[in-house]
């Protein structure tokens, strides 16, 4: 996997691309980072994901993580069905954004 900054690209991860700039990112589980483990639990955590497609991934990686410190969790994706039932599964809502007004509208999944 590579992260690009190639004009016609943006950022993104990349998979199977031919890149003329990239460099070699590690990729990691949020569940394998110590410093997660220590948060105060009695402050509210704010997990933000944009992660090209790869959220529900993402989302998995940092099961525990979310699990222990349940987090308010923003993803940007654009309506992929895996990522509102696997937060559904544990209990959370769904809102979508108005880019324009900031409104929030329960999306009813």
């Known amino acids: 996997m590579a992260l690009t900054t190639d004009g016609d690209l943006g950022n993104r991860l990349t998979t199977n691309v031919v890149l003329s700039q990239s460099e070699l990112v590690e990729v990691v589980a949020l569940d394998e980072v110590p410093q997660l483990r220590h948060l105060d639990r009695r402050r509210r955590v704010i997990l933000k994901i944009d992660a090209e497609g790869y959220d529900l991934?993402?989302?998995?990686?940092?099961?525990k993580t979310i699990?222990?410190?349940?987090?308010?969790?923003?993803?940007?994706?654009?309506?992929?069905?895996?990522?509102?039932?696997?937060?559904?599964?544990?209990?959370?809502?769904?809102?979508?954004?108005?880019?324009?007004?900031?409104?929030?509208t329960l999306l009813r999944v």
Do not use: N
């Open 57 to 63: 991934q993402v989302l998995r990686g940092a099961e």
């Open 67 to 104: 699990q222990h410190h349940q987090p308010v969790i923003v993803v940007e994706t654009w309506g992929d069905g895996s990522v509102y039932s696997w937060l559904r599964e544990r209990d959370y809502r769904a809102f979508s954004c108005d880019r324009v007004t900031g409104t929030l």
